[in-house]
């Protein structure tokens, strides 16, 4: 065999044994509370479930046939002693003696037909002096009988056709079966249930500390305030203490950038402001028109850039209003000749840090400005977020260029050109503040034919 056939025959058992725990995986729970108390629930089920059944196989049957082959045997003695001593007019030895004995009453009945045997239903199947006193009766009487353990609760009639007569017996269920097995399934039942009550007790305040260290970072990847102390078992104190740290490092990292570049920004404002005064000292001339463009140029260039590599971390989340923002957005774009129209539905004021969410929408309606007449701003209220969809009727952007204009500097030559006077940040500026609120932007066609930014971000 060559050995690429000899790789293919190891390789299907691996993928078939891949396929099925795939299967397995996707029927399993996936939060980790429901898995631990499936790891508690799934050995105690199979434990419980081997113990009933050897029980009910072994112990129950055995000691339930060898009870009716008691009855059966104290059925036969009777049928002896009538048959041996049989009783005449007024005479109640067989009946005393069966009575004290073997605990039967028997009564002796003219001959005649026994009775129809009796309809079988579905508990008399689960019944066991109906499975396992007849088999007895039948292996040491060997005479017609007929049973009733219906009809009557708590005891058993048996009819024997013994020839010139027919005996009438009358005993106790409870002497053909065993019948506290209803002790061990409700010792069974109340250990699992104690099992389980205990199981979810001790998971619930495991799993706590580990969801309360999960809604900390998503508070610290959204910039909002949190208190957070490390609590509970060792490693996740662990891994709390950890996650404390790379806070703090993230925080003083972020700390010195900010630092960085408010000095270089005041250097470089303070050289545009010398180029500003050197050119306003010059004589107006027709050269000097566009150097001061260039200068303009460069001071909005370097507020884009100093705006993206800042991403306007330092501000803390506060209830914001949205609807209040998108009017405010409306009324600046309207100054700018555009028409604006305004739509919100569910409440709308959400925590968020409002300058840099303002400016991620306003960023959005900019682009929308430049490239349509028309714009149409939608905000509403889900059960754990908010989106708000920025329409307009320019000309769109193309399915394949939608993901690209995200990217830092770049620009469309052909299609919609996003910053058309700046450096190309403005929709990276966006994403990256929608980012920083846990959230995204999304670009697809608009209603109006032109283009939809829709960001979406958790309340």
């Known amino acids: 065999m060559s050995a690429p056939a000899i790789k293919a025959q190891f390789s299907r058992p691996r993928l078939i044994w891949r396929e099925f725990t795939r299967a397995l995986a996707d029927l399993l729970p996936k939060g980790l509370y429901a898995r631990s108390l499936l790891i508690v629930i799934a050995p105690m089920v199979l434990l419980q479930t081997a113990v009933a059944y050897i029980f009910m196989e072994r112990h129950w049957e055995l000691v339930t046939h ?22 005449g007019p007024g005479d109640d030895r067989l009946k005393t003696i069966c009575a004290d004995r073997f605990l039967i009453d028997v009564e002796v009945l003219p001959p005649g037909p026994l009775p129809p045997p009796m309809p079988k239903t579905f508990f008399s199947e689960l019944d066991p002096v109906t499975r396992a006193l007849p088999d007895e009766i039948s292996k040491q009487i060997h005479r017609p009988f007929w049973i009733d353990s219906v009809g009557r609760s708590g005891l058993v009639e048996i009819r024997v056709d013994i020839g010139d007569s027919v005996l009438r017996m009358i005993t106790h269920r409870n002497l053909a079966y065993e019948p506290n097995v209803h002790i061990f399934i409700l010792w069974m039942l109340g250990a699992s249930i104690v099992l389980l009550a205990v199981a979810i007790l001790f998971l619930r305040n495991q799993i706590r500390p580990i969801l309360r260290l999960a809604e900390a970072a998503e508070h610290f990847g959204m910039g ?53 005064l050197s050119l306003a000292l010059i004589e107006e001339e027709a050269e000097i028109e566009p150097l001061q463009k260039d200068v303009e140029e460069m001071q909005r260039m370097l507020e884009a850039y100093l705006a993206f590599a800042r991403g306007d971390g330092g501000e803390a989340a ?9 009017e405010e957005l409306k009324s600046d774009a309207e100054r700018q000749g555009a ?38 701003l939608h905000a509403t209220r889900e059960q754990r977020f908010v989106s708000v969809h920025v329409d307009d ?39 990256d503040i929608a980012r920083a609120h846990g959230g995204d932007i999304t670009l697809a066609t608009s209603p109006m034919g032109g283009l939809r930014a829709s960001v979406r971000v958790p309340v």
């Open 66 to 87: 060898r009870l009716s082959a008691a009855v059966a045997r104290d059925i036969g003695a009777a049928i002896e002693l009538y048959r041996e001593y049989p009783p």
């Open 224 to 276: 909002r305030d949190f208190d957070f102390r490390p609590h509970g078992a060792r490693e996740v104190r662990q891994a709390g203490y950890a996650f404390l740290e790379m806070k703090k490092r993230v925080e003083r990292t972020v700390e010195q950038r900010t630092a960085m570049l408010n000095g270089v920004s005041h250097d470089l404002r303070t050289i545009l402001t010398r180029f500003k």
């Open 318 to 326: 506060a209830p914001t209003d949205l609807k209040a923002m998108l």
């Open 339 to 376: 028409e604006v129209s305004v739509q919100t539905s569910g409440a709308l004021t959400v925590k968020l840090r409002p300058n840099a969410f303002k400016r991620c929408l306003a960023n959005l309606v900019g682009n929308a400005l430049r490239h349509g007449a028309h714009i149409a």
């Open 393 to 431: 009727d320019g000309p769109g952007i193309a399915p394949e260029h939608r993901e690209d204009v995200f990217r830092p500097f770049y620009r469309l030559d052909e299609a919609r050109n996003q910053d058309e006077s700046g450096a190309g940040l403005g929709l990276a500026i966006a994403r």
